[in-house]
């Protein structure tokens, strides 16, 4: 069984930055996609980044050239850099490869 941890939410005022990290059990981040979601209250999970095998990103349109998403298949993580946070970016942000989730980090993002 895979586990997925993620880390570094956290408290943070708008306009802020924080990086999350997504570790694994397994060294399947080389051979897998990787998504990061979010979640928050209320509301249903998006997808926010997602990065292929071949490093190709794409992101959700509302923090394209904010968030930035990027995978160190050595260390077997996947990060997920956001600047300029805003307070509708405050979430529980979840790392997702296949059908394995992590636990989530919470971000809020204060105005």
């Known amino acids: 069984q895979v586990q997925l941890v993620e880390s570094g939410g956290g408290l943070v005022q708008a306009g802020g930055s924080l990086r999350l990290s997504c570790s694994a059990s397994e060294s399947i981040f080389s051979i897998n996609s990787v998504g990061w979601y979010r979640q928050a209250p209320g509301k249903q999970r998006e997808l926010v980044a997602h990065i292929t095998t071949g490093g190709i990103t794409d992101y959700l349109d509302s923090v394209k050239g904010r968030f930035t998403i990027s995978r160190d298949n050595a260390k077997n993580a996947v990060y997920l850099q956001m600047n300029s946070l805003k307070p509708e970016d405050t979430a529980v942000y979840y790392c997702?490869?296949?059908?394995?989730w992590g636990q989530g980090t919470q971000v809020t993002v204060s105005s």
């Open positions: 997702a490869v296949r059908h394995y």
